[in-house]
């Protein structure tokens, strides 16, 4: 085991051509027979981009180059061996120079005798503060570092180990030479008996990047897990905290990010986001945001309405007129859930339809979702009541691509993720979303997790709950919303005029949950699906965004926990006051059926 750190050869610096964006890849192994190195790359841009994809040997020597134009919205694998005629050396490092700043890609090194592979996405950034947050040993499993130092300085490395379940912590110092790289197991880099599992912290007075290793079993698993950029001048102990409270939750894994005023966002991690692989979770590793989408959907509603292709008094029949009392229903009914149409995710057949379907990720338009809701009563009549209603915002959706003529996902990326730099947020089932994503699983209550990534097409939930993001992202689409950036004033206070309380500590908008908690009120949502839980918000008084992502659903949900968790960081004692305020209701009646 220990000689495979030999071979990884982490990145150094490469000049990017002017005007275009460098990415690393940090290890490659192309040796005959016995390595192979395959590189995946994702354009989720609505233009083509261009990727100069050059190959170095460990010493730095450029060994050869090529030129990949990738199609908007495209992918592409290839094998080392397929892309490059020769390579002078078996192993080495990658990057790729590309013309788009939406470029995102991963290598996956492979041992062709035993089957043992691992994973290393692509980065664009070196920093002097990195965090690993899981790695582990026992008699099974060994885990080692690879850390390089992209600077022509030397580099001055303070190593800090911490036990996940006592909190005792190790720190090593060590040198690093300028361009040079930090090979070793962490049986050699710490004395003593290494905790099962450990997080590491590295500060480096140069910029430094790196990953560690764990092995399983030789190398018939092996377990990448990426360093993070961190500051630990921020919020020290946000991923110990999220650490101790994810102990309680215990299923795959959890992400934790708050931003406040005059900082960079901070997003702690915890967990896995493979449980088959073991690879460990990032903050950049995109989950399930449910119902969040709600809120995206309600900004391009009103930005209709700013351009006055559209106004809240409009009635459904000008763009549906075959829907059921169409000229009854008004876009602000259906932002605000006051419409009483019956939300299709309740309808028996539809469960019977989606649960039969599991496993062959069958799309569904959103003509074939109303189908489920057209013949059903009004739950009241129009505009004389509240119920949140999935089917609201599938019209919605329907509505923007009437509108604009042109498809929801284009204009939810043309209006609001490009121009706000939303680089890991897209809508499932619409678009290609990265191979590095965190894995979606389910809970039925029996502990068992199921891996619903690609068992059921995200196209069931559409412009009503399909988006997956990240939460620096959606803590960057929460201060655009709610500090003007994407509408105006007058069309964001629309959008805050609730429309009827949830609980006595919640009231829904239109497309925004209102929370109070200690006085302070949080504009945001929540969101559940078959694999994942999530929330946003914004608290305007403190001028500070938070969110939190779990990649599975359980039928007793711990996101308040991590919610709470955040407050008390943000400076709110929430208490025991329900924050979330809405559990999906599809999620009982799918783990009956499962049971059944």
Same mark, same amino acid.
């Given at each position: 085991?220990?000689?495979?750190?030999?071979?990884?050869?982490?990145?150094?610096?490469?000049?990017?051509?002017?005007?275009?964006?460098?990415?690393?890849?940090?290890?490659?192994?192309?040796?005959?027979?016995?390595?192979?190195?395959?590189?995946?790359?994702?354009?989720?841009?609505?233009?083509?981009?261009?990727?100069?994809?050059?190959?170095?040997?460990?010493?730095?020597?450029?060994?050869?180059?090529?030129?990949?134009?990738?199609?908007?919205?495209?992918?592409?694998?290839?094998?080392?061996?397929?892309?490059?005629?020769?390579?002078?050396?078996?192993?080495?490092?990658?990057?790729?120079?590309?013309?788009?700043?939406?470029?995102?890609?991963?290598?996956?090194?492979?041992?062709?005798?035993?089957?043992?592979?691992?994973?290393?996405?692509?980065?664009?950034?070196?920093?002097?503060?990195?965090?690993?947050? =899981?790695?582990?040993?026992?008699?099974?499993?060994?885990?080692?570092?690879?850390?390089?130092?992209?600077?022509?300085?030397?580099?001055? =490395?303070?190593?800090?180990?911490?036990?996940?379940?006592?909190?005792?912590?190790?720190?090593?110092?060590?040198?690093?030479?300028?361009?040079?790289?930090?090979?070793? /197991?962490?049986?050699?880099?710490?004395?003593?008996?290494?905790?099962?599992?450990?997080?590491?912290?590295?500060?480096?007075?140069?910029?430094?990047?790196?990953?560690?290793?764990?092995?399983?079993?030789?190398?018939?698993?092996?377990?990448? #897990?990426?360093?993070?950029?961190?500051?630990?001048?921020?919020?020290?102990?946000?991923?110990?905290?999220?650490?101790?409270?994810?102990?309680?939750?215990?299923?795959?894994?959890?992400?934790?990010?708050?931003? #406040?005023?005059?900082?960079?966002?901070?997003?702690?991690?915890?967990?896995?986001?493979?449980?088959?692989?073991?690879?460990?979770? $990032?903050?950049?590793?995109?989950?399930?945001?449910?119902?969040?989408?709600?809120?995206?959907?309600?900004?391009?509603?009103?930005?209709?309405?700013?351009?006055?292709?559209?106004?809240?008094?409009?009635?459904?029949?000008?763009?549906?007129?075959?829907?059921?009392?169409?000229?009854?229903?008004?876009?602000?009914?259906?932002?605000?859930?006051?419409?009483?149409?019956?939300?299709?995710?309740?309808?028996?057949?539809?469960?019977?339809?989606?649960?039969?379907?599991?496993?062959?990720?069958?799309?569904?338009?959103?003509?074939?979702?109303?189908?489920?809701?057209?013949?059903?009563?009004?739950?009241?009549?129009?505009?004389?009541?509240?119920?949140?209603?999935?089917?609201?915002?599938?019209?919605?959706?329907?509505?923007?691509?009437?509108?604009?003529?042109?498809?929801?996902?284009?204009?939810? $990326?043309?209006?609001?993720?490009?121009?706000?730099?939303?680089?890991?947020?897209?809508?499932?089932?619409?678009?290609?979303?990265?191979?590095?994503?965190?894995?979606?699983?389910?809970?039925?209550?029996?502990?068992? =997790?199921?891996?619903?990534?690609?068992?059921?097409?995200?196209?069931?939930?559409?412009?009503?709950?399909?988006?997956?993001?990240?939460?620096?992202?959606?803590?960057?689409?929460?201060?655009?919303?709610?500090?003007?950036?994407?509408?105006?004033?007058?069309?964001?206070?629309?959008?805050?005029?609730?429309?009827?309380? /949830?609980?006595?500590?919640? $009231?829904?908008?239109?497309?925004?949950?209102?929370?109070?908690?200690?006085?302070?009120?949080?504009?945001?949502?929540?969101?559940?699906?078959?694999?994942?839980?999530?929330?946003?918000?914004?608290?305007?008084?403190?001028?500070?965004?938070?969110?939190?992502?779990?990649?599975?659903?359980?039928?007793?949900?711990?996101?308040?926990?991590?919610?709470?968790?955040?407050?008390?960081?943000?400076?709110?004692?929430?208490?025991?006051?329900?924050?979330?305020?809405?559990?999906?209701?599809?999620?009982?009646?799918?783990?009956?059926?499962?049971?059944?």
């Amino acid at each position: 085991m220990r000689w495979f750190l030999l071979f990884c050869a982490f990145f150094g610096v490469a000049a990017a051509p002017a005007g275009e964006h460098l990415l690393r890849a940090p290890h490659f192994t192309s040796k005959s027979g016995e390595w192979e190195t395959t590189l995946t790359l994702q354009n989720p841009n609505s233009t083509s981009a261009t990727v100069v994809i050059r190959a170095w040997s460990e010493t730095g020597k450029l060994m050869s180059e090529l030129t990949l134009n990738l199609q908007p919205f495209s992918g592409f694998t290839g094998n080392l061996r397929s892309l490059f005629d020769q390579l002078e050396e078996e192993t080495g490092r990658l990057t790729l120079a590309c013309n788009r700043d939406h470029i995102h890609g991963v290598v996956m090194f492979r041992n062709l005798v035993t089957g043992g592979e691992a994973s290393v996405p692509l980065v664009e950034e070196a920093g002097r503060h990195l965090l690993l947050p =899981l790695m582990e040993n026992d008699d099974r499993r060994i885990s080692g570092l690879v850390l390089s130092n992209t600077a022509e300085e030397q580099a001055e =490395l303070r190593i800090t180990m911490r036990d996940l379940n006592g909190g005792r912590a190790t720190t090593v110092t060590t040198t690093l030479a300028a361009q040079a790289k930090l090979k070793g /197991i962490l049986a050699d880099l710490f004395d003593g008996e290494l905790p099962r599992q450990v997080q590491l912290e590295v500060e480096s007075t140069t910029p430094v990047t790196g990953f560690a290793l764990t092995f399983q079993d030789g190398i018939s698993q092996i377990i990448t #897990v990426p360093g993070n950029l961190w500051d630990p001048g921020r919020y020290p102990g946000l991923q110990h905290r999220l650490q101790q409270e994810f102990a309680s939750i215990g299923l795959a894994g959890a992400l934790a990010g708050i931003h #406040v005023p005059g900082e960079d966002p901070v997003v702690a991690v915890a967990g896995l986001a493979d449980i088959v692989t073991q690879r460990a979770m $990032r903050p950049d590793a995109a989950a399930d945001a449910g119902s969040i989408t709600k809120t995206f959907t309600a900004a391009l509603v009103f930005m209709l309405i700013q351009e006055g292709k559209l106004s809240l008094d409009d009635t459904l029949d000008t763009w549906i007129p075959d829907f059921p009392r169409a000229a009854e229903i008004t876009v602000r009914m259906l932002l605000g859930h006051t419409s009483g149409i019956f939300d299709y995710t309740e309808s028996e057949t539809f469960f019977q339809d989606l649960v039969a379907s599991f496993g062959q990720n069958q799309a569904i338009t959103p003509e074939e979702l109303l189908a489920y809701a057209r013949d059903r009563p009004f739950v009241f009549e129009p505009g004389l009541g509240w119920s949140y209603s999935n089917t609201n915002y599938i019209l919605l959706g329907m509505i923007i691509e009437s509108v604009t003529g042109d498809q929801y996902v284009n204009q939810l $990326r043309r209006r609001i993720l490009v121009p706000l730099g939303l680089r890991r947020t897209y809508l499932a089932g619409s678009e290609p979303v990265p191979p590095d994503r965190a894995r979606a699983y389910y809970n039925d209550g029996s502990g068992e =997790l199921l891996d619903v990534t690609e068992a059921l097409d995200m196209s069931w939930l559409w412009a009503a709950g399909a988006l997956i993001s990240i939460p620096e992202d959606l803590m960057v689409f929460a201060r655009a919303l709610f500090e003007g950036e994407l509408l105006q004033a007058d069309s964001l206070q629309a959008m805050l005029t609730t429309t009827s309380p /949830i609980t006595p500590f919640s $009231r829904y908008g239109l497309g925004v949950i209102i929370n109070e908690v200690d006085g302070l009120e949080l504009y945001g949502h929540d969101g559940g699906t078959f694999g994942g839980s999530a929330y946003f918000a914004y608290i305007p008084q403190l001028d500070t965004a938070l969110a939190t992502q779990l990649n599975h659903f359980a039928v007793n949900s711990k996101l308040g926990t991590l919610v709470r968790m955040l407050l008390n960081e943000a400076g709110i004692g929430a208490g025991d006051r329900r924050v979330v305020s809405r559990r999906s209701v599809f999620i009982e009646t799918y783990s009956k059926k499962r049971r059944d």
